[in-house]
Every structure is written in C-alpha cells, then in structure tokens.
C-alpha cells in the first residue's frame, strides 16, 4: 500500500469532515505537518479535543479512571455539549486499546480515554436515562456503582431487612419488565441460588447518570 493509499483509508476510518479539518486546525500549528497528527498521538490527541470542542462543540472532563477485575479500564466522565453537561456516564475500554491510542506513554493515558469517549460520544448519549427508571432499578444501579467490587448482591434476607419497608414484590415484578425493555438481562438477573436480585459489573456501563449534572462539579463516584 502506497502512502497516498495509507491516508485515504485513514480518510475513509476518521471520515472526511474531521479528516479534511486537518487542514484548517495545520494552519494554526505550521510546525506539525499531517503525518504527526496521523501517526503521533500526542498530536493527534490535541487535533481531537481542537475538533471536538471547536468544530463539534463538544467537551470530556475525566473525573476518575480505574481498573476492574473484568480485564478492562474503566472511567467516569461528564460529557458537554456546548459547555452545558448533557451526560455523566461510566465508559469502559480496553487495556490494549488505551494503550494503543497512548502509544504505551502513560502520561497519555487520561487523554487517551478523553478521545476514545469524544470518538463514542453519540454512543453515550444514546444511552438511557436513568433518572426515568424505577426507582428499584436506581437502587440497583448505585449500590452496583458504589460497591468496590461493582456488583450488588441482594439475597432474599437482604431484602427482608433492607429494602422491604420502601419496596413491594410489584416493584421487583416491575423492575423484571423494565430489564427486560432495556435488554439488561446480561447485567441484572433474578432467582439465581439465594440472590434474589443482582446486579453484574457492566450494569454501570449502561446508563446516562443525568440525575447530578445540574449545579455540580463532581458526583460522588469521581473519587474512584
């Protein structure tokens, strides 16, 4: 494959208005030519957040990033639109993706997250909203996203003594439905052995946390 095949498959990859914009964001920076945005992520991560908020108008500030035990890199991040917060989500990648986009440099790392989300955006803000769940699915969702190991548990004695005084079996007959609407099943299952409810690591994948984006700075999980 000739150089000139190289960049317009890279073309085709990043699609043509953010490819062609190159040019414009080159203009500014006469030291860089197109080869070190294409192939040196420390400048092709500083094109990325230059298109993102100045073509796009959109912004990512990474709160936490974090490993898991799911063999992924996981990070809590508030999205914006036009510098208004429109998402506050728990994006989920790779190791070897990240360090790919990093090229192995862990100063890279944060940024590195930041572009893989801008590049996801859509995906994000296409998620569901969980301030419209019930408020059963709520309770699961943060005890999954407040526990260290991310995951709830909850036996049938567990609800017996904690959540049964503000929950009815139609709530859980309810919550059934809804899984079942948002296709969470791989995520939230019922009457496995003596759990009557749990709620898997990737449930805090998969949801827009849009119930703390107004007048706030950071939600309670930035300390992870």
Not at 83 to 97: G, L, M, T
Not at 154 to 183: A, P, Q
Request: one cysteine or more.
């Amino acid at each position: 494959m000739s150089i000139f095949q190289e960049y317009e498959q890279i073309r085709r990859e990043m699609g043509e208005n953010k490819y062609d914009s190159i040019e414009t964001y080159l203009n500014s920076h006469p030291e860089l030519l197109l080869s070190d945005i294409l192939y040196k992520p420390e400048h092709y991560i500083e094109f990325d957040k230059w298109y993102n908020w100045k073509i796009l108008n959109r912004t990512v500030r990474v709160n936490s990033i974090y490993e898991t035990d799911f063999d992924d890199v996981r990070c809590d991040a508030v999205l914006s639109i036009n510098k208004k917060p429109v998402a506050n989500v728990i994006a989920s990648y790779p190791a070897d993706e990240l360090n790919f986009r990093c090229n192995n440099d862990p100063n890279l790392a944060k940024e590195a997250v930041r572009t893989a989300i801008l590049d996801d955006f859509d995906k994000y803000m296409d998620l569901p909203k969980i301030s419209n769940c019930s408020k059963l699915m709520q309770e699961v969702y943060d005890d999954v996203c407040e526990s260290d190991a991310s995951m709830c548990h909850i036996t049938n004695e567990d609800w017996d003594e904690f959540y049964k005084d503000r929950f009815t079996e139609k709530d859980v007959d309810n919550l059934k439905k809804e899984v079942k609407e948002l296709g969470l099943q791989e995520v939230i299952t019922f009457d496995e052995a003596e759990y009557k409810i749990v709620g898997w690591g990737d449930l805090e994948t998969r949801f827009n946390d849009d119930r703390y984006l107004q007048n706030r700075e950071l939600n309670d999980r930035s300390e992870r």
